[in-house]
Nanobody, 116 residues
């Protein structure tokens, strides 16, 4: 059973930065995809960024140029650095861990609030 521990959320002023972390433990698969999803109030959860175990990266258009996703494969820990935050970045950020061809897991979410 994979467990995900998220950290790094909080309140920040517009224009500021934050760094989210997600540590995955319990996986026996080296082939995986880790991703951050954001859910704004009243809206569906949407992909922010993802990174695969072989280093492929993708960003949502809304964060391109402002976000950097990275991963420490030895620790199975993913990071999301977000800069020049705006109130539109406010939401609950969920970590997703998907073992290729197997199961997927979700973290409990971490709240990010950007004040104007």
């Amino acid at each position: 059973q994979v467990q995900l521990v998220e950290s790094g959320g909080g309140q920040v002023e517009a224009g500021g930065s934050l760094r989210l972390s997600c540590a995955a433990t319990g996986s026996e698969s080296n082939a995986n995809v880790m991703a951050w999803h954001r859910q704004r109030q009243g809206r569906q959860r949407s992909l922010v960024a993802l990174i695969t175990s072989v280093g492929m990266i993708s960003y949502a258009d809304s964060v391109k140029g402002r976000a950097t996703i990275s991963k420490d494969n030895a620790k199975n820990t993913m990071y999301l650095q977000m800069d020049r935050l705006t109130p539109e970045d406010t939401g609950v950020y969920f970590c997703q861990f998907k073992e290729i061809g197997k199961s997927e897991y979700w973290g409990q979410g971490t709240q990010v609030t950007v004040s104007s």
